[in-house]
T-cell receptor, first 111, second 118 residues
Framework: DAGVTQSPTHLIKTRGQQVTLRCSPISGHKSVSWYQQVLGQGPQFIFQYYEKEERGRGNFPDRFSARQFPNYSSELNVNALLLGDSALYLC??????????FGPGTRLTVL | AQKVTQAQTEISVVEKEDVTLDCVYETRDTTYYLFWYKQPPSGELVFLIRRNSFDEQNEISGRYSWNFQKSTSSFNFTITASQVVDSAVYFCALSEASSGAGSYQLTFGKGTKLSVIP
């Protein structure tokens, strides 16, 4: 079975631009979570969705938004990019809420 | 508020040595879950184990073992007879059942970078 997939793998943007990251969960998993991992740190929780509803939001500005589609895939949008948004963005899916399996991540570089 | 502390930033061992990675957590919940993840240089987080707060039984899986002690709020991870392939960053994480609205967000420690030298 395929694991969590994320696209794109790498992305380079400039300050002020907008970016959309995509995630497809493991087949049968209905919950998707997003995390930001800055170099040298542990992942930080951004959002969790279950059955297309937002179930949790971390301490991130409103520039960050997400949604989940009927097929349980998800998108993370970040507007007005800042240099500090450069990070590895990880998507995780779970069958139950708390056993999360992660994708390979999207590495975002903001210049 | 929940918090996870991994005091060891980097550890180096020679192949075949045993190594223990420490994890201390803070939570006010009585129901919570603890995790260990491995992050190789490729970047993908690999799930290793989940433990719930009501199960203090230690677990062994091959060369890996975990020691959960509620009295000291610790959930330590030991690799026996380490191998070069064990080189990675290891993260301990905590999830509280009362995160709200059905969310089980993970709170991660800063990670411990393990280098196994041949």
């Amino acid at each position: 079975d395929a694991g969590v997939t994320q696209s794109p793998t790498h992305l380079i943007k400039t300050r002020g631009q907008q970016v959309t990251l995509r995630c497809s969960p493991i087949s049968g998993h209905k919950s998707v979570s997003w995390y930001q991992q800055v170099l040298g740190q542990g992942p930080q929780f951004i959002f969790q969705y279950y059955e297309k509803e937002e179930r949790g939001r971390g301490n991130f500005p409103d520039r960050f938004s997400a949604r989940q589609f009927p097929n349980y895939s998800s998108e993370l949008n970040v507007n007005a990019l800042l240099l500090g948004d450069s990070a590895l963005y990880l998507c995780a899916s779970s069958l139950r809420y708390n056993e999360q399996f992660f994708g390979p991540g999207t590495r975002l570089t903001v210049l | 508020a929940q918090k996870v502390t991994q005091a060891q930033t980097e550890i180096s061992v020679v192949e075949k040595e045993d190594v223990t990675l420490d994890c201390v957590y803070e939570t006010r919940d009585t129901t919570y879950y603890l995790f260990w993840y491995k992050q190789p240089p490729s970047g993908e987080l690999v799930f290793l184990i989940r433990r719930n707060s009501f199960d203090e039984q230690n677990e062994i899986s091959g060369r890996y073992s975990w020691n959960f002690q509620k009295s000291t709020s610790s959930f330590n991870f030991t690799i026996t007879a380490s191998q070069v392939v064990d080189s990675a960053v290891y993260f301990c994480a905590l999830s509280e059942a009362s995160s709200g609205a059905g969310s089980y967000q993970l709170t991660f420690g800063k990670g411990t970078k393990l280098s196994v030298i041949p």
